[in-house]
């Protein structure tokens, strides 16, 4: 069984944690084909934090984890910060896999995301 | 004459920095048809400041400035910092237009995005 958990930075607006929580959702139905399992988690600020959000997915039945950082560039959190939380569950856990994939910012698609909101109609 | 101004959070890490930096440049030749002049600026530990990437757009002639906010979610920084450092340049400039576009984590297309990170052969 192979989990999702996107972990974004976490804000002290509660709005700001509940938009990750939507964003989320709507792709727990994108991808559900290859998760049985999708779950936030935050790195700071808000909660779940990375632990908890791992173990979630550990007590749903996950075998294979794959951590989605939802940050735009590779600052201290992207470099460090993520793989320090994950690789401390990762350690207690040796039989479940656990991956982290390319940030958000990292895949060539952003540009196009970019563009789509700098180009009319969206534009102002 | 119209001007893109790609907002970031700025890192203490320059390689984060300079990504940024990368992507305004890859962005500028796809929207060229629109933007005159694209340039990136930092709301906070790293140069340009929100202020001085304004004010580069003026000197290059730009009558119309869009910001685009480099940012996930609708944290303070956007809510707040963001908007709070365009007014104090916008009121010292009533002649040229500066509007502020949707954050990247706002539009449509994120969820796609994110699809795209986790879905095969680019996870793992």
Not at 63 to 87: C, M, N
Not at 101 to 124: K, T
């Given at each position: 069984m192979r989990a999702l958990l996107v972990v974004a930075h976490g804000s002290r607006r509660q709005a700001s944690n509940d938009e990750v929580g939507e964003l989320a959702?709507?792709?727990?139905?994108?991808?559900a084909g290859r998760y049985h399992y999708v779950k936030e988690a935050f790195l700071e600020m808000a909660e779940p934090d990375i632990a908890s959000g791992l173990q979630a997915c550990i007590d749903a039945g996950a075998k294979q984890i794959d951590v989605l950082p939802y940050f735009l560039s590779a600052g201290r959190h992207v470099v460090t910060d993520v793989p320090e939380d994950v690789a401390k569950v990762a350690t207690k856990y040796p039989d479940i896999e656990i991956s982290i994939l390319p940030?958000?910012?990292q895949v060539a698609g952003m540009v196009d995301l970019l563009a789509e909101i700098c180009s009319p109609p969206s534009a102002n």
């Amino acid at each position: 069984m192979r989990a999702l958990l996107v972990v974004a930075h976490g804000s002290r607006r509660q709005a700001s944690n509940d938009e990750v929580g939507e964003l989320a959702g709507v792709l727990a139905a994108r991808v559900a084909g290859r998760y049985h399992y999708v779950k936030e988690a935050f790195l700071e600020m808000a909660e779940p934090d990375i632990a908890s959000g791992l173990q979630a997915c550990i007590d749903a039945g996950a075998k294979q984890i794959d951590v989605l950082p939802y940050f735009l560039s590779a600052g201290r959190h992207v470099v460090t910060d993520v793989p320090e939380d994950v690789a401390k569950v990762a350690t207690k856990y040796p039989d479940i896999e656990i991956s982290i994939l390319p940030y958000v910012g990292q895949v060539a698609g952003m540009v196009d995301l970019l563009a789509e909101i700098c180009s009319p109609p969206s534009a102002n």
